[in-house]
């Protein structure tokens, strides 16, 4: 998308805030499982498995729509859950 396509409506502004606090969610729990070990037992691998397999959807979305704050959350996300998805299985 390129500037003059944009809109500058609060809820753009709201979606990049989203965006960005999506991609950031996961890695809390990250960081639980790689410091303690804590919820391996407890987490579903089915729920991060279709995280990560939602995620790479939204990130080919977002670069076919040439929506960088799609993208880049995307791809954070992914990473994040592809990660706690490896740790748990």
Partial sequence: MNHRDSH???IDKL???VAVLSAVALYPQLY???KYGDGKE?????SFGLIFV?????????????????????????IAS???LLLII
């Fill in 8 to 10: 500058h409506h609060i």
């Fill in 54 to 78: 939602n995620n790479i959807v939204w990130t080919w979305y977002g670069y076919h729509r040439k929506m960088l704050p799609i993208t880049l959350s995307s791809i954070i996300t992914c």
């Fill in 82 to 84: 592809g990660w706690i």
């Fill in 15 to 17: 979606a990049v805030v």
């Fill in 42 to 46: 407890t987490l579903s691998a089915v």
């Fill in 32 to 34: 639980s499982l790689l």
